[in-house]
Structure formats: C-alpha cells, structure tokens
C-alpha cells in the first residue's frame, strides 16, 4: 500500500503548479483522499480533502478560491492544482487517505499517508 506525491518545485508568487498523489496496492475509489502541508517549524496543517467518489470537497480557509483538489480514479490519481501561490504556501506538501471516506481536516483521521514534496515560493 502505496501514495506517492509528486509535482511540487521552486515557482514564484503568482504561479501555479499541480501535485499528484499516485496510489498503490489499495483500492483507491474506496478511500478519501487530502493533502497536508507542513512548513519549517510549524505542525503539518489540513489542506483540502476530496471524497471517495470525488462528489465532496472540502478546503482550509487559506486556501479557498486558490486551490482545486480533484480525483481520477481510474487511474489512481487525485491532484491538487494551486493557483496564485504565495510565499506562505511553501511547505512540504503531503497526501493521505482514510478509508473511512471522512472528508475530515484531522490529521488521526488518515490511516495511509505518502512521502511529501516540496513547494517552495518565492516572492
């Protein structure tokens, strides 16, 4: 059982990029899907989170309008496309998955979660 993440680099503020969370070895369409961040020296924090079937949607405040969580299931996949990036989105990006289907901004919540990647923005 398996996430990966992937997609995350240096973009300047204002920029975009999209990560991915590929999974493995689990039956994905079964499983919630978030992403977490954490930044140097502070708690990993909620990002946003997406259902099973990708019907709900859930985000953090300070992310709202700026970020799309979206999922396809037939190839295992769900993203995170981050629009108007600014300094303070420079993290180590994380996903995880419950099976739950809780579209909870909990960290307890997640039972599988994957390396992260790194975002770092510059202003």
């Known amino acids: 059982v398996q996430l990966q993440a992937s997609g995350g680099g240096l973009v300047q503020a204002g920029g975009s990029l999209r990560l991915s969370c590929a999974a493995s070895?689990?039956?994905?369409?079964?499983?919630?899907v978030g992403w977490f961040r954490q930044a140097p020296g502070k708690e990993r924090e909620f990002v946003a989170v997406?259902?099973?079937?990708?019907?709900?949607?859930r985000y953090a405040d300070s992310v709202k309008g700026r970020f799309t969580i979206s999922r396809d299931n037939a190839k295992n996949t769900v993203y995170l496309q981050m629009n108007n990036l600014k300094p303070e989105d420079t993290a180590v990006y994380y996903c995880?998955?419950?099976?739950?289907?809780?579209?909870?901004?909990?960290?307890?919540?997640?039972?599988?979660w994957g390396q992260g990647t790194l975002v770092t923005v510059s202003s």
């Open positions: 995880a998955a419950n099976r739950q289907n809780n579209i909870s901004g909990n960290l307890r919540v997640y039972d599988i």
């Open positions: 997406i259902s099973r079937s990708g019907g709900s949607t």
């Open positions: 070895g689990l039956t994905f369409s079964t499983y919630a």
